[in-house]
């Protein structure tokens, strides 16, 4: 069973920049594939990023360029750098973990979820 704590969130301005954390435990070499997702009440549970355990990323089309995920495998933390952070980007940020790979920016794909971290960025 997998346990994930994220941390990191703050208030910023709109072009300011943060760095999101999770830490894992009880698992990480087992979870192949881990990602950051964020929930709004308005779009509700979209995904981010995720970062396979061969070193391949992905992203979803409003972050790339601008998000860069990174996994610490001797430290068993994920990372989440944001810049250029814009009013579009606040939301509740959440860590997922899944034990397979080739997981999709998808909710579903993932069996083990964190109790998020809050971003707010104004204009």
């Known amino acids: 069973q997998a346990q994930l704590l994220e941390s990191g969130g703050d208030s910023v301005q709109a072009g300011g920049s943060l760095t999101l954390s999770c830490a894992a435990s009880q698992y990480p070499q087992d979870m192949y594939s881990i990602a950051w997702f964020r929930q709004t009440p308005q779009k509700g549970r979209e995904g981010v990023a995720v970062a396979d355990k061969d070193g391949s990323t992905k992203y979803s089309d409003s972050v790339k360029g601008r998000f860069t995920i990174s996994r610490d495998k001797v430290k068993s933390t994920l990372s989440l750098q944001m810049n250029r952070l814009e009013p579009e980007d606040t939301g509740l940020y959440l860590c997922?973990?899944?034990?397979?790979?080739?997981?999709?920016?998808?909710?579903?794909?993932?069996?083990?979820w964190g109790q998020g971290t809050q971003v707010t960025v104004s204009s």
């Open positions: 997922a973990a899944s034990p397979f790979g080739r997981r999709r920016l998808l909710p579903r794909d993932y069996d083990f």
